[in-house]
């Protein structure tokens, strides 16, 4: 079983950066693709970044690309998500997941385990 903690959310105004963090716990992570989805009220969970099981690999949604980066450190079994030039559209709770790769790194069905998420609200 692998749990993850996701932290490093918050408030920050349009233009600002957070970055996000998310610790897994079991000896498999670094087998593991690791994702970022993000959900707003009312909308349904979406795809946002992800990094392949060495990181040599990574992926990102059309409305993150550019501003987001998403990285790894096997060694610490922490997954990160920069997250730079916030727009309010950004507004959302962000979920770390990981699994392993079996086809689809935007589908939620491709990834086992899930964080519980931290709120990311960027004001106007």
């Known amino acids: 079983q692998v749990q993850l903690v996701e932290s490093g959310g918050g408030l920050v105004q349009a233009g600002g950066s957070l970055r996000l963090s998310c610790a897994a716990s079991?000896?498999?992570?670094?087998?593991?693709?690791m994702g970022w989805f993000r959900q707003a009220p009312g909308i349904k969970r979406e795809f946002a970044a992800a990094i392949s099981w060495s990181g040599g690999s990574t992926y990102y949604a059309d409305s993150v690309k550019g501003r987001f980066t998403i990285s790894r450190d096997n060694a610490k079994n922490t997954v990160y998500l920069q997250m730079n030039s916030l727009k309010p559209e950004d507004t959302a709770v962000y979920y770390c997941a990981g699994g392993l790769y079996r086809g689809s790194f935007v589908d939620t069905k491709g990834y086992d385990y899930w964080g519980q998420g931290t709120q990311v609200t960027v004001s106007s």
């Open positions: 079991g000896r498999t992570f670094s087998t593991y693709t």
